[in-house]
């Protein structure tokens, strides 16, 4: 049997405008769900109106844990993390000097795709409002331990974010302050609003699923900023040798 190689080639900009176009459905939905829940509808059209009317309120709630939302969300942050392991193993290959930084960033991607789909950050909420008696903005208490979290983050791949070229301390800087800002400042905008309005409110349910998007556009502008590092370091693609 003869060996074989496939190229791949990439087009960050298409996967990007694909992506953006999922999350602007996401945020239709999510929104116009909500608007259903709390001014309801002029009347219910047999079962599968009914139906429908229920996966809207529940499964595309940007703010709802468990539905098709949060996979999507977990889906984004994997997206990342693969590109990142993979170009850790591109970097090993060449002996590069930052190949665990690939490596690393690539297992902290993982991790917060797993964190989304099950949920595990929400679990600080009550303990740390607990011990710190936090409102307002930190309604949210587990900010606090995640804005300490980025800032580690931030020292520790300081070097690695300055070895990089222009570009892509732009692109990456960029795409990471998306990301974070939805993270960490749409949380606090959301706590605001849930400590002053409480949470069961059309009010709200906008404000969160705009918060919400902002983190899904971060993770996508991730996306795309890795793709547009490997197509450049490999601008006639990837190939792949079928043995």
Do not use: C
């Not at 060996?3 to 996401?26: D, S, V």
């Amino acid at each position: 049997m003869t060996n074989q190689n496939t190229t791949i080639h990439i087009y960050p900009k298409r996967i990007l405008i694909g992506l953006l176009g999922i999350i602007g459905i996401l945020i239709a939905l999510s929104i116009y769900g909500q608007r259903i829940r709390f001014f309801g509808v002029a009347d219910i059209r047999g079962a599968w109106h009914e139906f429908w009317l229920d996966l809207l309120m529940q499964a595309f709630y940007l703010d709802a844990e468990g539905n098709i939302s949060t996979h999507v969300n977990a889906l984004l942050l994997f997206l990342p993390a693969l590109l990142l392991i993979l170009i850790s193993m591109w970097k090993n290959t060449n002996g590069d000097k930052f190949r665990l930084h690939w490596l690393g960033l690539g297992l902290i991607f993982l991790f917060l795709s797993f964190d989304e789909a099950a949920v595990l950050h929400e679990r600080l909420i009550k303990p740390t409002r607990a011990i710190l008696d936090t409102g307002g903005i930190f309604h949210f208490a587990w900010i606090i331990p995640g804005m300490i979290v980025v800032a580690l983050f931030g020292l520790t791949f300081l070097t690695f974010f300055l070895h990089l070229d222009k570009k892509f301390k732009v692109l990456f800087f960029f795409s990471l302050a998306v990301y974070i800002g939805g993270v960490i400042g749409g949380e606090m905008l959301s706590g605001y609003v849930a400590a002053n309005l409480g949470q069961k409110n059309f009010t709200y349910a906008v404000v969160a699923s705009i918060e919400e998007s902002i983190e899904l556009i971060g993770a996508s502008l991730i996306a795309y900023s890795l793709l547009e590092y490997i197509r450049y370091y490999l601008p006639d693609g990837i190939t792949v040798k079928m043995t």
